[in-house]
């Protein structure tokens, strides 16, 4: 199987492949011309970061910042609530939820989601930008069990799985944003060729503006085509593999499992069957988080 | 069986011990197959630990030296930098050290296979390929070099999020404000003065009063000086009795003097474990010790006559160094070659800390129990040209000399470069000269070496001294 990080959602075909390539001509002169219009890491998300990595960050503080929006609070609680941490106690403050979570998980969650609904409202796209999200979080939750399981640390390759596809909601706004330009209508399939075409770029580009780490920006460029990564090639394996993990979530099939048990990325980052085993293993509880968030 | 998959020798493992070992027998004309579970020939422990912890090391001497300077550039470490940014090198120093060992490998004919090893009985091994397939192959010897990893004692909750390993600590982002390291071994010595040295906090964390017990306590002293200059603390002879994540953003230490001690990360170097698991060891019954590492003799036979171990799965002295030897004596002993004749009471040791430390021969206190009233002559680099001028004037280096002031017994250096400067020492051991060679003797100048002659001249001194004291009746 090619690296290409399109396990299930293969690219679609579009019949109107002048309108494709109208739209990936505007795209790459937008890139070309570093006129793309990249959203700013929005005041709540940024502060979650900056408030999870602070060594004096307190409970208190973290819930205030979350009680500023209550879709946010609400997806936290209901996270904390789930069984897959245990919940068998009700609970109702955010303080509690930090306390069951821990205020780093907190704020993982909270950086996804606030990024998700402040950056990314995208009308007529609702449904594709929710999927990307879905897929992004159970990667990056892939990211850490990966991560874990070869006994590197997990800070980093869950950003970059939550991260590696944010290139996509990108690209889908501006090209929303040409349509008027190029008096074209976008349709869903030329979306997603578009996004898969780009997306890796402008992923990169995007989180490198938002002075977020090295590591992040080379795996989001670079993961779909890990063998060329100049540097974190192990790291940008692993978001290939959580990322195609993450395709598992929901209702995939046993044949598709299979493909990927035999895919050779595994084997780069030594990575034995018992090992890929643990990771298929994990499938069921990390589905039942992204249905606990609901997004 | 196919002939293909019989050998004179099968090596599990390749690490410094394994890779040895394999050359050794082809280099003696046997067929030799290297067997590692990893996916780079030469051990996980190189590629994921001893490598990129010493390029770390060298990005904190560069500050070091960047600060020794500050008067001419005005240098500061960005609160938010990088860890990766910092090991700018590592990257093309894993490709040179990949490539070097496989055509090492290459050029001895040693036939590497890529899989995990268990032993069917004491001639033949299982091996199972990645890709789940498994494969047997035979040996009249086999060698066995799985190292060792990290031990997780059950009570502390290693994540390798907050609380890391030797392992994870350095896939860190990151660096952290603070640190607290537990332990007083190797490991933790050398990632202490580094992260401190970075301009972390460190608490470093022991049950021993001093850190590195079986070195000489004035090297030791002048590390834990340099340490504590550069911020760094120290709680010697402390029992641990918690150590939690607050779950958000701090690892709490409890010690039973009541002392709570908070940091961003902590890591845990308490010791290692010999990789042993899914060996097979009981499928033909080799012994191991309680500790779990591989009895073996001083020809590091186990006790299946066949079957040998080295290195780190043997237990110390857990040397690079030390378990080529073992591995290059091993297979000399399986080939009936006989005993090597090396001397292994000579065997240097290397602390890649801040400043480094080495040490050969007898200490001060073994030889003084050894043989009563013993002369140390010491030479401290802060009088010593070369070290004046390259900024690197802590430490000292001592020679540990008979009381006929003749026979030199141990060699003992702190300083910049202290790895390399021991072996002139070693070498002087090993060729039993006396201490006079390093004063009757011409050494460049200005070097680090000169600091031999100042000690030697110390020590000729103090002879000269105590003759010429009355003897008191």
Redesign the interface.
């Known amino acids: 199987m090619s690296n290409t990080g399109l396990l299930i959602d293969d690219s679609p075909t579009s019949d109107n492949s002048e309108t494709l390539d109208v739209f990936c001509a505007a795209l790459a002169n937008l890139i070309d011309r570093k006129e793309l219009a990249l959203p700013v890491l929005p005041e709540v998300p940024s502060k979650v970061l900056t408030m999870t990595t602070n060594p004096d960050m307190n409970i208190a503080e973290l819930s205030n910042l979350i009680h500023q929006d209550q879709a946010l609070a609400s997806h936290v609680l209901r996270v904390s609530n789930s069984a897959s941490y245990g919940g068998t106690r009700q609970i109702a403050s955010l303080t509690q939820a930090i306390t069951r979570l821990g205020g780093r998980l907190v704020g993982d969650i909270a950086f996804g989601i606030s990024l998700q609904s402040d950056v990314f409202q995208i009308k007529g796209f609702e449904k594709m930008v929710r999927q990307l999200w879905r897929h992004a979080f159970a990667a990056g939750l892939f990211g850490k069990e990966i991560a874990r399981l070869r006994r590197r640390n997990i800070e980093g390759q869950y950003l970059c799985g939550l991260l590696h596809t944010i290139g996509k909601p990108v690209i889908l706004q501006a090209c929303i944003g040409l349509q008027e330009e190029l008096g074209r209508t976008l349709d869903k399939d030329t979306a997603t060729i578009l996004m898969n075409n780009f997306h890796n770029s402008v992923g990169s580009i995007l989180t490198f503006s938002w002075g977020l780490p090295d590591l992040v920006s080379k795996t989001c460029l670079y993961y779909t085509n890990y063998e060329e990564a100049p540097t974190f090639k192990d790291e940008t394996i692993a978001t290939y593999l959580a990322s195609q993990l993450a395709l598992l979530i929901g209702d995939s099939l046993e044949k598709e499992q299979e493909v990927l048990r035999s895919d050779p990325a595994f084997h780069l980052l030594n990575l034995y069957p018992e090992d890929v085993q643990l990771l298929f293993d994990k499938l069921d509880s990390i589905s039942e988080i992204i249905a606990a968030m609901a997004i | 069986m196919d002939n293909a998959n019989n050998y004179d020798i099968i090596v599990i493992g390749s690490g410094p011990g394994g890779q040895q070992a394999a050359v050794e027998g082809t280099k003696s004309g046997k067929r030799v197959a290297l067997i590692e579970?990893?996916?780079n020939v030469g051990g996980e422990c190189v590629f994921h630990g001893t490598i990129p912890s010493k390029t770390l090391r060298e990005a904190a001497l560069n500050l070091t030296n960047l600060r020794s300077v500050s008067n001419i550039f005005q240098y500061e470490l960005r609160s938010d930098v990088?860890i990766?940014?910092l090991m700018g090198r590592l990257?093309e120093v894993l490709a040179l050290q990949k490539t070097s060992i496989e055509e090492e490998m290459r050029r001895n004919d040693v036939n590497l296979i890529h899989g995990?090893a268990s032993l069917v009985d004491q001639n033949q091994v299982r091996v199972?390929h990645?890709?789940?397939s498994s494969s047997i192959l035979s040996a009249k010897n086999i060698v066995i070099a799985t190292g060792s990893r990290p031990r997780r004692p059950p009570e502390i909750p290693v994540?390798?999020?907050?609380i890391?390993?030797s392992?994870?600590?350095l896939?860190?982002?990151?660096l952290p404000?603070?640190l607290t390291v537990l332990g007083g071994g190797v490991i933790s010595s050398e990632y202490a003065s580094i992260f401190a040295l970075l301009g972390v906090k460190v608490t470093m964390i022991d049950r021993a009063p001093r850190p590195l017990m079986f070195m000489d306590p004035e090297l030791v002293n002048s590390y834990l000086e340099h340490f504590k200059q550069n911020g760094g603390e120290h709680y010697g002879s402390a029992e641990i009795t918690s150590v939690t994540?607050d779950?958000?953003?701090?690892v709490v230490t409890k010690l039973a003097s009541g002392d709570v001690i908070s940091s961003?990360k902590l890591l845990v170097a308490l010791g290692r474990l010999a990789n042993v698991e899914g060996l097979g060891l009981e499928t033909v019954g080799i012994e191991q010790t309680k500790r779990g590492h591989i009895v073996v003799d001083d020809q590091y036979q186990t006790n299946i006559p066949n079957i040998y171990a080295v290195g780190d799965v043997v237990g110390r002295p857990s040397l690079a160094a030390s378990a080529m030897e073992q591995g290059r004596r091993a297979v000399c002993h399986a080939l009936g070659m006989g005993d090597t004749g090396v001397d292994f009471s000579y065997l240097p040791i290397g602390i890649y800390a801040i400043p480094e430390m080495a040490s050969v021969g007898l200490s001060e206190e073994e030889a003084r129990e050894k043989f009563g009233d013993i002369y140390v002559g010491k030479a401290n680099f802060a009088d010593i040209a070369r070290a004046q001028i390259s900024g690197a004037t802590t430490g000292l280096l001592k020679l540990v000399v008979a009381p006929d002031g003749q026979q030199l017994l141990g060699v003992h250096i702190v300083s910049q470069g202290a790895a390399d400067l021991i072996h002139a020492g070693e070498l002087a051991l090993l060729n039993g000269n006396k201490v006079s060679i390093f004063q009757e003797n011409v050494l460049n100048f200005p070097t680090m070496s000169q600091a031999y002659r100042v000690a030697a001249l110390d020590v000729f001194h103090q002879v000269m001294n105590r003759t010429a004291e009355p003897v008191l009746t």
């Open positions: 579970r990893a996916r990088e990766h940014s990257d995990k199972q990645i890709d789940g994540d390798h999020e907050h890391l390993d392992d994870s600590i896939s860190l982002i990151y404000q603070s994540w779950g958000v953003s701090q961003d």
